[in-house]
T-cell receptor, first 111, second 111 residues
């Protein structure tokens, strides 16, 4: 059974804190993605990675960075969290463009 | 970036009804399309892929109209368990990041 796991289901942080969201997949997929999902705005791509140490910006990369040191792990970093980064964060992985497998999501609240 | 448009709903239908959603896309270069299902507070999961004119899987039928640039999803004999948000996705080739998610159509099936 394919699996994408995320380090936390719920997270509460304070403005200005550095936040790490971790994602791990066990399917040996080349591609990994970070999205945020907000009511009325749908899923928006923050960053994706198509190989170890490779990354590309998505539609809304500002305020975020990513790290992919190992094939199975893709981390999203909020260098200095702000209240407008309160959202549901979804990680996904895929072998190609055909199907993305999503993790359960991390609901981040920034106070 | 090109857009994928969906009627947000909600579509409220009785059990056993047939319901159809449409999704329009603006990028004529879109190569393939997908319908994802997202249950409340859960991650999206692939329901169906559409590469040519359409696809059918049990009670679900997806049809693609390239001339008018829309994809439809038809659900026959609706079940209570079909209640979810349905996301339309297009892939317009090249980078793995070139997947565009619609904002989703909410379906509520009532007894």
């Amino acid at each position: 059974d394919v699996k994408v796991t995320q380090s936390s289901r719920y997270l509460v942080k304070r403005t200005g804190e550095k936040v790490f969201l971790e994602c791990v997949q066990d399917m040996d997929h080349e591609n990994m993605f970070w999205y945020r999902q907000d009511p009325g705005l749908g899923l928006r791509l923050i960053y994706f990675s198509y190989d170890v140490k490779m990354k590309e910006k998505g539609d809304i990369p500002e305020g975020y960075s990513v790290s992919r040191e190992k094939k199975e792990r893709f981390s999203l970093i909020l260098e200095s969290a702000s209240t407008n980064q309160t959202s549901m964060y979804l990680c996904a992985s895929s072998r190609d463009y055909n199907e993305q497998f999503f993790g359960p999501g991390t609901r981040l609240t920034v106070l | 970036r090109k857009e994928v448009e969906q009627d947000p709903g909600p579509f409220n239908v009785p059990e056993g009804a047939t319901v159809a959603f449409n999704c329009t896309y603006s990028n004529s270069a879109s190569q393939s399309f997908f319908w994802y299902r997202q249950d409340c507070r859960k991650e999206p999961k692939l329901l169906m892929s559409v590469y040519s004119s359409g696809n059918e899987d049990g009670r679900f039928t997806a049809q693609l109209n390239r001339a008018s640039q829309y994809i439809s999803l038809l659900i026959r004999d609706s079940k209570l368990s079909d209640s979810a948000t349905y996301l339309c996705v297009s892939y317009y080739g090249g980078s793995q990041g070139n997947l565009i998610f619609g904002k989703g159509t909410k379906l509520s099936v009532k007894p």
